[in-house]
């Protein structure tokens, strides 16, 4: 019972991770109805950023912060030189264009870090808390950071003026246009706002699975399965599907199929989420009257 307990605890830590990616996930598909493949990259990107500051002797937490601005900017900056331009385009060569961000993030980062695993600290003290054996202190930071981060944004986009302009332009457009919201910003802050959420995801799982330029692959798929399960079109369902799929990926790896297949599970979720139910757990049915 405690090694299951254990699995459960463990598999919420690192659903906290795939929560924070399917945030940003949602939040680009929102603003754009597309998935950007590169989101992983531009985490890992951004968490050798977070690295080479505290590397120059910034300490952990401004670091930290600093690299969210960074890499908030560097998503609008993104959208507005490399995305707007295929705003018209078709789906095909938007998929091209973030495949294209994807190599590229990763080859940069190999060109200027190199691919020599680096080692990543974490913020949270070594010991656990409380005394407790079934999850560590990092484990329970990433899960306390990650639900920070959906408060954060809950209250942005229901409180402030900013985002309800962003969730209508993301809603509809067109009638946005005409109480003049300029709906292309509110998409780059979108990019902006997903860019720094995954910024948090990488920080966050650097310290678990060491840093190199590849260590998002398996994770954006984590991520994607998540926010399908969730509903890719709500980011509070978004969340829970993550943590769903942290906790399913261990239990299921620890006692079905074994740790070495446990990306399968990823998988199976994607493809049975599509068939049986396309809008996911929490998402919403799109009703077009004729």
């Known amino acids: 019972m405690e090694q299951l307990a254990h699995q459960v605890f463990s598999g919420l830590a690192t659903g906290g991770i795939y929560a924070s990616v399917a945030l940003a996930l949602v939040m680009i598909y929102q603003a754009t109805h597309l998935v950007n493949f590169a989101q992983g990259e531009m985490a ?15 300490p952990y937490w401004p670091a930290f912060f600093l690299t969210l601005a960074i890499a908030f900017i560097g ?74 981060v959906l408060v954060l944004l809950f209250i942005f986009f229901r409180f402030t003026p900013l985002g309800l302009a962003m969730r209508a332009a993301a809603q509809n457009p067109a009638s946005s246009r005409l109480v003049g919201i300029r709906v292309g910003w509110m998409r780059a802050l979108g990019w902006g706002l997903a860019a720094a959420i995954g910024a948090v995801a990488g920080i966050m799982v650097a310290p678990i699975v060491f840093l190199d330029p590849n260590m998002m692959a398996g994770i954006l798929l984590y ?26 990926e261990n239990i299921v790896g620890a006692y079905v199929i074994g740790t070495e297949l446990k990306l399968t599970v990823a998988l199976v979720l994607i493809v049975g989420v599509l068939v049986v139910r396309p809008t996911g757990l929490f998402g919403h049915k799109l009703v077009t009257r004729v």
């Not at 890992?44 to 910034?58: E, I, K, P, Q």
């Open 223 to 248: 991520g994607f399965a998540g926010a399908l399960l969730g509903g890719i079109d709500n980011p509070g369902g978004a969340v829970v599907g993550g943590f769903l799929v942290g906790v399913m």
């Open 44 to 58: 890992m990107f951004a968490t050798y950023v977070a690295w080479a500051l505290m590397d120059a002797g910034l």
């Open 75 to 148: 998503g609008i900056v993104i959208e507005r030189l490399i995305i707007r331009p295929f705003d018209d385009a078709d789906v095909l060569a938007a998929v091209i264009v973030f495949v294209g961000l994807l190599v590229i993030f990763n080859s940069v980062a190999g060109w200027i870090f190199s691919y020599v695993i680096k080692t990543f600290p974490s913020p949270f003290p070594a010991e656990p808390p409380f005394g407790n054996r079934l999850i560590g202190s990092h484990d329970l930071g990433a899960i306390a950071v990650t639900l920070v």
